[in-house]
């Protein structure tokens, strides 16, 4: 007879549990903590994470749109004068068509994060959005004429950025697709294209800021999945 009050199957539960603990505080343990987990934890994870990033993108769609809007007025503002554009014809023309290009990909965005059907596929809509928004940001300016104009696009690259690594919450794996896949698929087009192209300043402002938003994308997701843990 069982001399003691403990719930039959509390024995054959404990082990398990004291196994997941155990596994959970080495994880927590890890000086260089890599980002991935167990099956089952990375899982739950990834799905925390998914959610977080649907609904960062439905609650503050605003922000592409602002910084659109920023850039735009800052332009007309830097190459107009009372109304009038006084830069080159051909360089009006290319911007107006980044503009309607950009506005595109970015109501398509809009779009399918209101849709919460497509919540499953957040990320199958926003990577190849993504990297076109990204390589039309780059690859289009390379048409205009004027240097100071072509120099000032970018910044709207790294703003872009930014954004993709800090503030979108998807996992940095594929933000780091997205980033280093729109800038080598930008190169290739660009190298097709035989256009004139500053290529030092285009590591300058594409891959630096892929690397420093890379770093500063792995300490905010080392934080996230720590936080998950606890």
Not at 52 to 66: D, H, P
Not at 149 to 178: C, E, F, K
């Amino acid at each position: 007879m069982r001399s003691d009050k403990t719930p039959v199957g509390t024995q054959a539960k404990t082990p398990g549990w004291e196994a997941e603990y155990d596994l959970v505080r080495e994880l927590l343990a890890q000086k260089f903590m890599r980002l991935r987990f167990p099956d089952r934890l990375e899982a739950d994870l990834r799905e925390r994470m998914l959610r977080r990033a649907v609904t960062t993108l439905r609650e503050n769609y605003w922000m592409l749109f602002l910084l659109a809007l920023s850039t735009a007025v800052i332009i007309l503002l830097q190459f107009s004068v009372a109304g009038h554009w006084i830069g080159p014809v051909e360089d009006l023309r290319v911007m107006v068509l980044i503009g309607l290009a950009s506005g595109a990909i970015m109501l398509g965005l809009t779009l399918c994060g209101k849709a919460t059907a497509l919540d499953r596929h957040y990320l199958f809509y926003v990577t190849p959005l993504s990297i076109a928004l990204l390589v039309m940001l780059t690859v289009a300016p390379a048409f205009l004429l004027d240097e100071t104009l072509r120099h000032s696009s970018t910044y709207v690259v790294i703003y872009a950025l930014l954004i993709l690594y800090g503030v979108s919450n998807m996992p940095l794996s594929r933000a780091a697709l997205i980033g280093f896949g729109s800038m080598l698929i930008s190169a290739l087009l660009i190298f097709l294209l035989d256009v004139r192209f500053d290529w030092g300043i285009f590591l300058q402002y594409f891959l630096l800021t892929n690397l420093v938003c890379l770093g500063n994308g792995y300490v905010l997701e080392v934080r996230e999945r720590r936080l998950f843990l606890q």
